[in-house]
């Protein structure tokens, strides 16, 4: 059915907004002039001039490429064609994406969009570059997507150019300094749009230090940290509000926090400004690191961030890289001097630490004379960050230099020792009463970890498969029955978005993330890599929807193919009942790509679970399982004060991601409205804490039970093994004979111990006597051999991941 709602029209240049939807909310459709568009709500214009290239951008589509411009043309031609704005290489041949581009802004969302030549009878090929908001450089902004057909290609185009232009710009600092040497650093969490539940239909956007995201369904007012979106607004410019604008991150009576203020005026009290509050919480537990909405009062929303971000402050010698959140420690360094010359000049310097003699006790580095040294900087161990992410130590006031009549410096800069690089320090500059030192190490090189994390295209929430990665062991993936006859003897061992646990007599090459062995005896040998992760979490068009997708590429060499290697994808998808789920092997295409299909609650959105007052208990529809709490409230001296269950309102959340099924309430307290959380989460052991926050007005009591598990379609954990402690020596009863104070506690006396250690000494010296004989020792080691072990090692030598 077609809808019938009139199309409205704003003009500006040759800007066009068209207002229709088939759910009743407006919608935001704009055609851009050339490279600039001009969005109607706040009347703000993006400019996207800076992504001309002259030599174009080139993205890799596995063995191909593409080579597009936004803003001007390519300059080399395309398939005999000149002047084209975009184009597909392959090893023989070229096909024109496009020519010329439109820009549109849709919903939120800026993208050109190229069309081509003919891709087959039905249709031609097409490129989307959508452009996303990112305050940060990154190495690499381009994240491609193929249409199942091959016609159709997505570059994703991270770009500051995206983001809300000057009256949003994101914070210099987001860390919060506990005294001289010691910080907070919450950049971590600063880079991307965190989404929140109001609980009543409505949904928060938040992020810290920088401004919300501009992007799709995220049109918040400029500089807004937290943004309310009210999706039943037909009004654009009502549906966006600013909660609070940004600022830097505080501690506030001892708690870290950030308070947001907004320049909208309270609706209860016009005296006052809105404003929202996000309390962090040290949470070293925490599976995904969540924003809670706590409540609303007095004209302010208030926020709990349980997050690992605030646990671990800045110890002396280490800093965190602002663009990456990478925590750069240079302890190890710190342990020794180091001597360094260059043209007939010696120094020496410690990293974090004096080097001592020669030089003076405060001295951070000193250059060694025959009869003197002049300190060129006092120690320090205060570890910087410089304008490109690297780390540095700058040590100042030290010896008056005679050329410009000034102290001296030094200044220490740490270089990743990439490969075939010359480890250690050396000296760059020592002129104008400063030393420059590089030192090259691994100390300071990033874990090229790929994101476990990606944005939904419908409200770009996060999808996040942190829970399912594992640290102890691996995934064995089921099989299909379609294809089970042909792997009956194979097992795929799999890890999410990190390499696989090593594991004993699992000789998979090192760093994959999957592994497929051939089962002999109940051994895995022939071990194949399926794959590395290097690719993150994407979103991907399928058949059967829109699926989070992991790729593994980069394996084993494919037997059907020598140019080829074996490679593998993942496609994740919602289903509430099966807990974490389990992968299993779909497909085996052309004996090199290896599909997988996984079912699992992790990325399935909340759900609004049922409370029954007259039974105090939750109902989740979803997993068709109930819950009784009156225990639980009746066990809890708070909630029973309270009568929790009889409160007047009861909101219950099921959090899959989370493993845990969460109540909220509020009652009137002499601190306000106090907002109740009671918070039951899956756990093998049975136990529960309160916790009363008065400043908040905030009653928040967890409950860890393994009753709740199958509520959220989870297994039970295995409990916490009891420890049992021994009783001290000092115990009468325990006290022992002066004849058992002579045995061990296996019950065997010292005079045994010193027989069975004189017959392995003559044992070892008899096999030391044979192995000097020849004859002797072949028939030595032939016993040897003939012993069967409990692991045999099988790798596929002619795997180019073995050549050297």
Same mark, same amino acid.
Request: aromatic share 8%.
């Given at each position: 059915?077609?809808?019938?709602?009139?199309?409205?029209?704003?003009?500006?240049?040759?800007?066009?907004?068209?207002?229709?939807?088939?759910?009743?909310?407006?919608?935001?459709?704009?055609?851009?002039?050339?490279?600039?568009?001009?969005?109607?709500?706040?009347?703000?214009?993006?400019?996207?001039?800076?992504?001309?290239?002259?030599?174009?951008?080139?993205?890799?589509?596995?063995?191909?490429?593409?080579?597009?411009?936004?803003?001007?043309?390519?300059?080399?031609?395309?398939?005999?064609?000149?002047?084209?704005?975009?184009?597909?290489?392959?090893?023989?041949?070229?096909?024109?994406?496009?020519?010329?581009?439109?820009?549109?802004?849709?919903?939120?969302?800026?993208?050109?969009?190229?069309?081509?030549?003919?891709?087959?009878?039905?249709?031609?090929?097409?490129?989307?570059?959508?452009?996303?908001?990112?305050?940060?450089?990154?190495?690499?902004?381009?994240?491609?997507?193929?249409?199942?057909?091959?016609?159709?290609?997505?570059?994703?185009?991270?770009?500051?150019?995206?983001?809300?232009?000057?009256?949003?710009?994101?914070?210099?600092?987001?860390?919060?300094?506990?005294?001289?040497?010691?910080?907070?650093?919450?950049?971590?969490?600063?880079?991307v749009n965190h989404i929140v539940d109001d609980r009543n239909g409505g949904t928060f956007l938040i992020n810290i230090c920088r401004p919300v995201l501009w992007?799709?369904?995220?049109?918040?007012?400029?500089?807004?940290?937290?943004?309310?979106?009210?999706?039943?607004?037909?009004?654009?410019?009502?549906?966006?509000?600013?909660?609070?604008?940004?600022?830097?991150?505080?501690?506030?009576?001892?708690?870290?926090?950030?308070?947001?203020?907004?320049?909208?005026?309270?609706?209860?009290?016009?005296?006052?400004?809105?404003?929202?509050?996000?309390?962090?919480?040290?949470?070293?537990?925490?599976?995904?690191?969540?924003?809670?909405?706590?409540?609303?009062?007095?004209?302010?929303?208030?926020?709990?961030?349980?997050?690992?971000?605030?646990?671990?402050?800045?110890?002396?010698?280490?800093?965190?890289?602002?663009?990456?959140?990478?925590?750069?420690?240079?302890?190890?360094?710190?342990?020794?001097?180091?001597?360094?010359?260059?043209?007939?000049?010696?120094?020496?310097?410690?990293?974090?630490?004096?080097?001592?003699?020669?030089?003076?006790?405060?001295?951070?580095?000193?250059?060694?004379?025959?009869?003197?040294?002049?300190?060129?900087?006092?120690?320090?161990?205060?570890?910087?960050?410089?304008?490109?992410?690297?780390?540095?130590?700058?040590?100042?006031?030290?010896?008056?230099?005679?050329?410009?009549?000034?102290?001296?410096?030094?200044?220490?800069?740490?270089?990743?020792?990439?490969?075939?690089?010359?480890?250690?320090?050396?000296?760059?500059?020592?002129?104008?009463?400063?030393?420059?030192?590089?030192?090259?190490?691994?100390?300071?090189?990033?874990?090229?970890?790929?994101?476990?994390?990606?944005?939904?295209?419908?409200?770009?929430?996060?999808?996040?498969?942190?829970?399912?990665?594992?640290?102890?062991?691996?995934?064995?993936?089921?099989?299909?029955?379609?294809?089970?006859?042909?792997?009956?003897?194979?097992?795929?061992?799999?890890?999410?978005?990190?390499?696989?646990?090593?594991?004993?007599?699992?000789?998979?090459?090192?760093?994959?993330?999957?592994?497929?062995?051939?089962?002999?005896?109940?051994?895995?040998?022939?071990?194949?890599?399926?794959?590395?992760?290097?690719?993150s979490l994407t979103m991907v068009n399928t058949a059967s929807g829109s699926r989070a997708q992991l790729k593994y590429l980069r394996g084993s060499q494919c037997?059907?193919?020598?140019?080829?290697?074996?490679?593998?994808?993942?496609?994740?998808?919602?289903?509430?009942?099966?807990?974490?789920?389990?992968?299993?092997?779909?497909?085996?295409?052309?004996?090199?790509?290896?599909?997988?299909?996984?079912?699992?609650?992790?990325?399935?959105?909340?759900?609004?679970?049922?409370?029954?007052?007259?039974?105090?208990?939750?109902?989740?529809?979803?997993?068709?399982?109930?819950?009784?709490?009156?225990?639980?409230?009746?066990?809890?001296?708070?909630?029973?004060?309270?009568?929790?269950?009889?409160?007047?309102?009861?909101?219950?959340?099921?959090?899959?991601?989370?493993?845990?099924? %969460? @109540?909220? +309430?509020? /009652?009137?307290? &002499?601190?306000?409205?106090?907002?109740?959380?009671?918070?039951? !989460?899956?756990?093998?052991?049975?136990?529960?804490?309160?916790?009363?926050?008065?400043?908040?007005?905030?009653?928040?009591?967890?409950?860890?039970?393994?009753?709740?598990?199958?509520?959220?379609?989870?297994?039970?954990?295995?409990?916490?093994?009891?420890?049992?402690?021994?009783?001290?020596?000092?115990?009468?009863?325990?006290?022992?004979?002066?004849?058992?104070?002579?045995?061990?506690?296996?019950?065997?006396?010292?005079?045994?111990?010193?027989?069975?250690?004189?017959?392995?000494?003559?044992?070892?010296?008899?096999?030391?006597?044979?192995?000097?004989?020849?004859?002797?020792?072949? %028939? @030595?080691? +032939?016993? /040897?051999?003939? &012993?069967?072990?409990?692991?045999?090692?099988?790798?596929?030598? !002619?795997?180019?991941?073995?050549?050297?």
């Amino acid at each position: 059915m077609f809808c019938n709602f009139p199309i409205n029209f704003l003009t500006f240049l040759l800007t066009l907004l068209t207002l229709c939807s088939c759910d009743g909310l407006v919608k935001l459709e704009v055609t851009g002039n050339g490279c600039q568009v001009t969005e109607p709500i706040y009347n703000s214009t993006f400019n996207f001039e800076s992504l001309q290239s002259d030599l174009g951008h080139v993205v890799n589509v596995g063995k191909d490429t593409i080579n597009f411009n936004v803003c001007g043309m390519l300059t080399k031609s395309c398939n005999g064609t000149t002047g084209v704005g975009a184009c597909f290489n392959t090893k023989d041949k070229q096909k024109v994406l496009g020519i010329n581009h439109t820009l549109n802004l849709s919903n939120g969302r800026f993208h050109f969009e190229f069309s081509g030549e003919k891709c087959n009878k039905d249709a031609n090929y097409t490129l989307s570059v959508v452009l996303q908001c990112d305050y940060t450089p990154v190495k690499d902004p381009f994240k491609v997507e193929k249409s199942s057909n091959g016609c159709a290609y997505t570059v994703m185009y991270r770009t500051k150019a995206a983001c809300m232009p000057a009256a949003s710009k994101a914070l210099d600092s987001c860390s919060i300094p506990l005294n001289t040497f010691t910080t907070l650093n919450l950049y971590s969490l600063a880079m991307v749009n965190h989404i929140v539940d109001d609980r009543n239909g409505g949904t928060f956007l938040i992020n810290i230090c920088r401004p919300v995201l501009w992007d799709l369904d995220a049109m918040c007012p400029p500089g807004t940290g937290v943004c309310f979106v009210n999706r039943s607004e037909s009004d654009l410019t009502k549906r966006f509000q600013n909660m609070g604008s940004i600022e830097k991150p505080t501690m506030e009576d001892g708690v870290p926090s950030v308070r947001m203020t907004s320049s909208e005026l309270c609706p209860s009290n016009t005296t006052r400004n809105v404003s929202s509050i996000i309390t962090f919480q040290c949470d070293k537990n925490a599976r995904i690191e969540k924003i809670e909405f706590i409540g609303y009062q007095d004209c302010q929303y208030e926020f709990v961030w349980p997050t690992t971000a605030v646990c671990d402050t800045l110890e002396p010698c280490t800093a965190v890289d602002p663009k990456s959140g990478f925590k750069y420690d240079l302890r190890q360094l710190s342990k020794k001097p180091y001597n360094v010359t260059h043209d007939n000049h010696t120094y020496t310097f410690g990293v974090c630490s004096a080097p001592l003699a020669p030089c003076l006790e405060s001295s951070g580095s000193c250059e060694i004379f025959p009869t003197e040294t002049i300190g060129l900087g006092i120690v320090n161990d205060k570890l910087m960050i410089n304008q490109t992410g690297g780390p540095y130590l700058k040590y100042t006031g030290g010896g008056m230099c005679k050329k410009n009549k000034e102290p001296w410096h030094t200044v220490i800069e740490f270089v990743c020792g990439e490969q075939k690089m010359e480890k250690g320090p050396k000296i760059i500059e020592n002129t104008d009463c400063r030393l420059i030192i590089q030192f090259v190490t691994d100390a300071i090189c990033q874990d090229k970890q790929i994101s476990c994390q990606t944005t939904n295209g419908t409200f770009d929430s996060i999808i996040d498969l942190t829970p399912l990665i594992k640290y102890t062991d691996n995934y064995i993936a089921n099989i299909s029955t379609d294809i089970k006859g042909e792997n009956a003897k194979s097992q795929y061992f799999i890890n999410v978005c990190r390499p696989l646990v090593p594991q004993y007599g699992l000789s998979c090459p090192g760093g994959s993330a999957i592994c497929q062995a051939t089962i002999e005896n109940g051994k895995p040998e022939s071990e194949k890599s399926l794959g590395y992760p290097d690719v993150s979490l994407t979103m991907v068009n399928t058949a059967s929807g829109s699926r989070a997708q992991l790729k593994y590429l980069r394996g084993s060499q494919c037997p059907a193919d020598k140019d080829t290697q074996l490679s593998s994808q993942i496609n994740f998808s919602c289903a509430p009942k099966v807990g974490r789920g389990n992968p299993i092997l779909k497909a085996i295409t052309h004996d090199c790509l290896y599909e997988f299909e996984w079912a699992t609650n992790v990325i399935c959105p909340t759900f609004k679970c049922e409370f029954s007052k007259k039974y105090c208990s939750i109902h989740n529809e979803q997993t068709d399982s109930d819950f009784e709490m009156s225990d639980l409230v009746k066990s809890n001296t708070k909630l029973s004060e309270m009568k929790f269950c009889e409160l007047e309102k009861h909101q219950v959340i099921a959090d899959y991601a989370q493993g845990s099924v %969460k @109540v909220f +309430s509020s /009652i009137k307290e &002499k601190c306000g409205d106090m907002n109740i959380e009671v918070r039951l !989460n899956c756990n093998g052991d049975e136990r529960n804490s309160t916790t009363k926050d008065d400043t908040l007005c905030r009653l928040l009591v967890t409950y860890e039970t393994p009753k709740i598990c199958s509520m959220l379609g989870l297994e039970v954990p295995a409990a916490s093994p009891s420890v049992t402690t021994p009783t001290s020596p000092e115990d009468p009863k325990d006290k022992t004979s002066g004849d058992d104070e002579e045995k061990t506690s296996g019950g065997m006396s010292r005079v045994g111990i010193v027989f069975i250690v004189l017959v392995v000494f003559g044992a070892i010296g008899g096999i030391g006597f044979a192995l000097k004989d020849p004859e002797r020792r072949e %028939k @030595v080691l +032939s016993l /040897i051999r003939r &012993k069967n072990t409990n692991v045999t090692y099988s790798r596929d030598f !002619n795997d180019p991941y073995y050549s050297i």
